[in-house]
Structures are given as structure tokens and as C-alpha cells.
T-cell receptor, first 113, second 115 residues
């Protein structure tokens, strides 16, 4: 079963708009929530990550919002740019499992100029 | 820096054939893993290793074997290829010691087609 569910599957946004991707998890033992970005023909790369002791983390135009009670977290991309067009994966892990990440299904983001 | 290197980048197999996907990293990472990426299913963990001589199964291990004889290399073997193994395979590595140091570094992938 998919322990991390991600939506939407695809997203089209105009340049300058806000892109929002949502994820929900089932395992309450998860305590590390990263987002990975993947460009065509490349492997995923870490974009930003959050731990459940904070409700929000911001790095530049990218923000993770975390709702522990709802078991949900989301990625917000402010002022979206065509260069942000990529596939985004949320993931979750338990600290005791180290780097063993469980990924969501992925969201293909297209930012139109 | 080379990072994580995967070979081959593309491969076509016939059903029943065997092959090995190679993965090497030059970052002295203890942790290495193999994922497969399929449309609508994200990345699913096949096998992983936390050091030379130590391997374990992930979410979808059937039909695949791994070994870890050195820190640098982590090959993935398909024993008898099936069309269901058509996928893009990614090797990833990281430091081992808890998620705070667990950023995964991915290779560029190996696209496998089984006819």
C-alpha cells in the first residue's frame, strides 16, 4: 500500500503564480519529510526537508508546511518560474531507518511563461 | 566530482535474459540503495545496503539480487527479466547515521526495457 500519497499528479501554473503540492502519510512514526526535485533525464535531488518539531520551513521561494495532527505536509513554490518545471516527489522516513525513504507518487509541474 | 555513476544508461532485454546494472559512488557513503521509478507510482525501494557485506530488502525485491563487496559499488542483478521489470532504475547513496545526514544522492538512472 502507498504509505505516502501525493496530489495532484500534474499541475500547470502560470509564471509568477503559486504552485502547491500536497502529501499525506499514514505512519505516525515518520519524523523526516523531504521533497525531491527531478528534471527530465536526471536523478532526483533534495530540494528542502522538514522535521515535525516545526510547522513551516522556508528556503527562498520554496516553503514546506507541516500539519502533524492531520498527517499532511505540502510544498509551496512562490513566484513560480519556467525553470521550476520538473517532477516533485515528497517522501517520509523514520529516524531509525536512516536514509530509507518512502516516496509519494510524484507531481509533474509545468510553469508556463 | 563524479558522485553516483550508473551504467548502462539504456538497455533492452528479452524476457528471461539476465543482466547487471552497475552503480558506483566516490563519496565514501556507507548507505547505498536501488529504486525503480514507474509512472504514477513514484520511487519504490528495491534493495539497500548500510555497508560492505550488508544488504537488505526494500519494498519490491522480487526478481532482483544485490551484493556489496566494496564501499564504492552496489550492482543490481536481474536474474530472469520479465516485462514487469521495464522501468527506470536509480541508484542512490548517502551518509549513514540517521536522517539528519540522510540526504540521498541519486545517479542519472538506467532505463530498462524488457520485451
Amino acid at each position: 500500500q502507498q504509505q505516502v500519497k501525493q496530489s495532484p499528479q500534474s499541475l500547470i501554473v502560470q509564471k509568477g503564480g503559486i504552485s502547491i503540492i500536497n502529501c499525506a502519510y499514514e505512519n505516525t512514526a515518520f519524523d523526516y519529510f523531504p521533497w525531491y526535485q527531478q528534471f527530465p533525464g536526471k536523478g532526483p535531488a533534495l530540494l528542502i526537508a522538514i522535521r515535525p518539531d516545526v510547522s513551516e520551513k522556508k528556503e527562498g521561494r520554496f516553503t514546506i508546511s507541516f500539519n502533524k495532527s492531520a498527517k499532511q505536509f505540502s510544498l509551496h513554490i512562490m513566484d513560480s518560474q519556467p525553470g521550476d518545471s520538473a517532477t516533485y516527489f515528497c517522501a517520509a522516513a523514520r529516524e531509525t531507518s536512516g536514509s530509507r525513504l518512502t516516496f509519494g507518487e510524484g507531481t509533474q509541474l509545468t510553469v508556463n511563461p | 566530482n563524479a558522485g553516483v555513476t550508473q551504467t548502462p544508461k539504456f538497455q533492452v532485454l528479452k524476457t528471461g535474459q539476465s543482466m547487471t546494472l552497475q552503480c558506483a559512488q566516490d563519496m565514501n557513503h556507507e548507505y547505498m540503495s536501488w529504486y525503480r521509478q514507474d509512472p504514477g507510482m513514484g520511487l519504490r525501494l528495491i534493495h539497500y545496503s548500510v555497508g560492505a557485506g550488508i544488504t537488505d530488502q526494500g519494498e519490491v525485491p522480487n526478481g532482483y539480487n544485490v551484493s556489496r563487496s566494496t564501499t564504492e559499488d552496489f550492482p543490481l542483478r536481474l536474474l530472469s527479466a520479465a516485462p514487469s521489470q521495464t522501468s527506470v532504475y536509480f541508484c542512490a547513496s548517502s551518509y549513514w547515521g540517521g536522517v539528519s545526514t540522510g540526504e540521498l544522492f541519486f545517479g542519472e538512472g538506467s532505463r530498462l526495457t524488457v520485451l
